[in-house]
């Protein structure tokens, strides 16, 4: 698919996801007690409960990582994926069977990483509902595995991570270098209901309105004030977050005035720009990209897919006829992931033959 045209560039996928047998099953089981009010409820009970091509599709390609994987992106000229465990992680589970299966899949992951180092990267799981454990689990995981940064699916039992009690997550992490991909998930519990009745708790909408949520929150909070270093990536060009900055600058001062809001040393808009990159993955718009490279600049923009829930093809060719800058394509394509998630720069010898 890949013509002689586009093929200088290297292609980083950094929104790729995967997952394997033993998260399955505890999903499925989870799934098979939840209440109707659990987040995530709805989405995994379509996921594993329907055997529509499309999802028996996305099953096989989840568990899938040498094979199919490596074809496909192959036949779209696709150098590498980040890989990182599909969402909701292990973070509807209990704390040890959590804590436990993070870290088998972490092991898992270095494992096809290291047979496949020029073609796969990955974010490290972690079970955020035990902090000291995930934050354990971080330094194993980037400091003897060698991951390239964190992967959490927005919110945990309902709570964000602006609540201290997560903190020692983003203090390994910033201590660590190793950015935190906040990957969507539904709605939590407290606002999920009015989402619910024509199904726009996924990816229509809310999955972008919780996780858009969550960076604001954060920002909000302080918690870059405490971790001035710690990087976050938010996929789907910023859960909407670039288009709202003017407005959340202009009206942030009101009621920091009166002490409901911490105040903080920088706007808002100067927080998302030091400390958030956004991603492609699931956006195919180049009205939208044009916009976030105007507004956070292209050095903040990274390519994504989204795989297997977005098509590789149609994000390929998206990329390839942006209507932007070579020198912008590179950046979004591959030398922003390679900075910001520790990846080997190569030259255009070295993935010719991809």
């Not at 180092?117 to 995981?141: K, S």
């Not at 991570?161 to 660590?176: Q, V």
């Not at 009206?251 to 040393?265: C, D, G």
Request: with cysteine; aromatic share 10%.
């Amino acid at each position: 698919m890949a013509d002689s045209s586009t093929r200088s560039y290297r292609r980083i996928a950094v929104e790729e996801a995967f997952s394997v047998p033993e998260v399955f099953a505890a999903l499925q089981q989870w799934v098979a007690e939840a209440g109707p009010d659990e987040p995530d409820q709805d989405f995994l009970s379509f996921l594993f409960g329907q055997d529509l091509p499309g999802l028996l599709r996305v099953r096989r390609q989840l568990l899938d990582l040498e094979d199919e994987r490596l074809q496909i992106m192959d036949d779209c000229g696709v150098d590498m994926h980040l890989l990182s465990l599909t969402a909701p992680g292990v973070q509807t589970l209990d704390n040890d069977r959590a804590t436990a299966l993070a870290a088998g899949v972490n092991d898992r992951l270095a494992e096809v990483i290291a047979r496949h180092p020029g073609r796969f990267a990955g974010l490290a799981a972690i079970a955020p509902q035990d902090p000291g454990a995930a934050a354990a689990e971080i330094e194993r995981a980037i400091g003897d595995l060698k991951l390239n940064g964190v992967v959490i699916n927005s919110h945990t039992r309902n709570e964000y991570l602006d609540d201290e009690k997560f903190w020692p997550i983003f203090e390994a992490a910033a201590d660590l270098g190793a950015p935190i991909y906040i990957h969507p998930r539904s709605p939590s519990a407290q606002m999920a209901l009015p989402y619910k009745r024509f199904g726009l708790e996924t990816g229509i909408y809310g999955f972008q309105a919780e996780t858009g949520l969550h960076g604001i929150r954060l920002i909000c909070s302080g918690v870059f004030d405490r971790f001035p270093a710690l990087q976050i990536v938010l996929g789907h060009l910023g859960e909407g977050i670039p288009f709202w900055l003017w407005r959340v600058d202009y009206m942030h001062p009101v009621r920091s005035s009166h002490n409901i809001r911490p105040k903080l040393e920088l706007k808002p808009s100067e927080y998302f720009k030091r400390n958030f990159m956004i991603t492609t993955s699931g956006m195919n718009w180049h009205p939208a990209l044009r916009f976030c490279i105007e507004v956070v600049g292209a050095d903040n923009i990274m390519w994504a897919i989204d795989y297997p829930y977005q098509v590789t093809e149609g994000a390929v060719e998206f990329m390839n006829d942006a209507p932007i800058p070579d020198e912008d394509k590179h950046k979004i394509f591959h030398q922003n992931a390679e900075r910001v998630f520790g990846i080997a720069p190569k030259g255009a010898a070295a993935f010719a033959g991809h």
